[in-house]
C-alpha cells in the first residue's frame, strides 16, 4: 500500500479523480496532512464516512511507528522508527544547531535518513557496517519530519540529509520527498534550508545541480588525495577526485550558494598537515567551505579522533592558506546520535553499545 505522504498534491487530486471524488477533497486531506497535522483518516472530520473508508483501504496512513527517543528537551535527540516492515531507521533532532554555513540563528535542525543501512561501506562509518538493506519512499522520508515535529513540539527549519544512507543512491525518492518537505502546500521549508550530502556519486551530483530547486550540497571529501580516500572511501575508486571535483565545479556554477566539503579528522589517516594544505587548495579552487569533524568513534572499528593540538594545527593550516574553514564540536556523541553514528539497530540490543543512551520516552503501544 503506498503511503498518502509520497503524493503531491496534484497527484492526490488525480487519485481522487479516479475515486470518483472532487478534487477539493484533496486539497481538504492536504490540510489536514501538513496543517493540521494528523495522519489518521478517522479523524478528518470534514470528509465523509465513505470516503474516510476508501481512504483507509487505499493508502498507508502511518508509515514509521516511534520506538524509542533518547536525549532530552535542549540537547539532541535521537528517535528510533519502525517502518511497515519491521525495518528500523533513526532520525535525530538538533535544537539550537550551529550552523553549517558560519551563521548565528536558531536553527532547530532533523538529520533525515534515506535508506536503510547504506551501500557504500566507507571504512569508518558505522551506516554501512550491516550492509544495505532497502531505499526509503518519500513517505517514510516526509514522516519522519513529521513525526519529530509531533514528538518533540520544536518546529524544524533546517533539514539535513545525513542520517543513515547515500541519499543520492535514492535519487527519485529523495527529491520527491524534497518537493513535498519545500511546498507551499506541504512543510514550506525553503530549499536553501536543506542539505543533501553525499559521499560522491559524480552522476547524481549533476542531476543534482540541473534541478531548479537551490538545495545546498555537502560533500563527504574526508580525504584530499585519491591515495587517502581510496583507502578509507570505496567509492572515490568509482568516482576519483578529479571527477568528483569537476562535478562540484559543476555544481557550484548552477548555484548562488557555496557547496561545503566535511572533511572528518582520523588519526594517522588523514589528519597530516600535507592533506590540510591540499584540502585548502581543493576549498579554494571549488570556492567551497570545508567543515572540519573530529571523528566520533564508533564500537568496533579501530578509528580514533586525532588530540585537539592537531585538530588546531591542522585548522591553521587550512586557514593560513586562505580557506574557509570551520571546526565543528559535534553534539550528540554520547547517544550515538551524531554524524556517522546510526546504525542499524535491533530492539533491546544496541549495537552501538549504549554508552550513554537512556531513553526519555517509554515506547508507546506498537499496532
Ligand atoms: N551517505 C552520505 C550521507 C551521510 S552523512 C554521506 O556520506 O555524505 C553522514 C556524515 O557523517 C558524512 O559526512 C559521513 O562521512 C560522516 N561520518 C561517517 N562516520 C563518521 C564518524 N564516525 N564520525 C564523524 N563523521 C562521520
Ligand atoms: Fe554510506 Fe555515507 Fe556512511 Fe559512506 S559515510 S557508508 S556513504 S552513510
Given at each position: ?281 581543493i576549498t579554494k579552487r571549488t570556492d567551497a567551505k570545508v567543515n572540519v569533524i573530529p571523528y566520533n568513534t564508533v564500537q568496533g572499528l579501530p578509528w580514533v579522533r586525532p588530540s585537539e ?59
Amino acid at each position: 500500500m503506498r503511503s498518502i505522504k509520497s503524493l503531491t498534491l496534484d497527484e492526490l487530486a488525480g487519485q481522487f479523480k479516479a475515486l470518483g471524488e472532487p478534487a477539493y477533497r484533496a486539497k481538504q486531506v492536504i490540510e489536514w496532512l501538513y496543517l493540521k497535522r494528523t495522519g489518521r483518516f478517522d479523524e478528518m472530520t470534514n470528509l465523509p464516512a465513505g470516503l474516510r473508508e476508501k481512504l483507509s483501504a487505499e493508502f498507508n496512513e502511518r508509515p514509521l511507528e516511534v520506538v524509542r527517543k533518547t536525549g532530552s528537551k535542549d540537547t539532541t535527540q535521537k528517535f528510533l522508527f519502525r517502518l511497515r516492515d519491521g525495518q528500523l531507521v533513526e532520525t535525530v533532532l538538533i535544537p539550537a544547531s550551529p550552523s553549517l554555513y558560519g551563521e548565528v540563528s536558531d536553527r532547530r535542525t532533523i538529520c533525515i535518513s534515506s535508506q536503510v543501512g547504506c551501500a557504500y561501506g566507507c571504512k569508518f562509518c558505522a551506516s554501512g557496517l550491516d550492509g544495505w538493506k532497502r531505499n526509503l519512499d518519500a513517505g517514510e522520508i516526509v514522516d519522519q519530519l513529521l513525526r519529530v515535529e509531533a514528538e518533540s513540539g520544536e518546529r524544524v527549519n533546517n533539514i539535513v540529509f545525513m542520517g543513515m544512507g547515500e541519499p543520492l543512491a535514492n535519487f527519485d525518492n529523495l527529491m520527491r520527498a524534497i518537493g513535498i518537505i519545500n511546498a507551499p502546500w506541504g512543510t514550506n521549508i525553503g530549499a536553501r534550508h536543506i542539505t543533501v550530502s553525499t559521499s560522491g556519486l559524480v552522476p547524481r551530483i549533476r542531476d543534482l545541480a540541473d534541478q531548479p530547486l537551490q538545495i545546498r550540497l555537502a560533500i563527504s571529501l574526508h580525504g584530499a588525495t585519491d591515495e587517502v580516500r581510496n583507502r578509507i572511501m570505496p567509492v572515490n575508486r568509482k568516482y576519483p577526485l578529479a571527477e568528483l571535483l569537476d562535478a562540484c565545479a559543476y555544481f557550484r556554477s548552477r548555484r548562488k550558494q557555496k557547496l561545503t566539503f566535511e572533511f572528518i579528522l582520523i588519526e594517522g589517516v588523514n589528519d597530516s598537515l600535507e592533506q590540510a594544505a591540499e584540502l585548502a587548495r581543493i576549498t579554494k579552487r571549488t570556492d567551497a567551505k570545508v567543515n572540519v569533524i573530529p571523528y566520533n568513534t564508533v564500537q568496533g572499528l579501530p578509528w580514533v579522533r586525532p588530540s585537539e593540538k592537531v585538530q588546531d594545527e591542522f585548522m591553521a593550516v587550512l586557514r593560513q592558506a586562505g580557506a574557509v574553514a570551520t571546526l565543528r564540536r559535534e553534539k550528540g556523541h554520547d547517544i550515538a546520535a551524531a554524524c556517522g553514528q546510526l546504525r542499524l539497530q535491533t530492539l533491546g540490543n544496541d549495537p552501538q553499545g549504549g554508552g550513554g543512551e537512556k531513553p526519555i520516552a517509554d515506547a508507546p503501544k506498537l499496532n
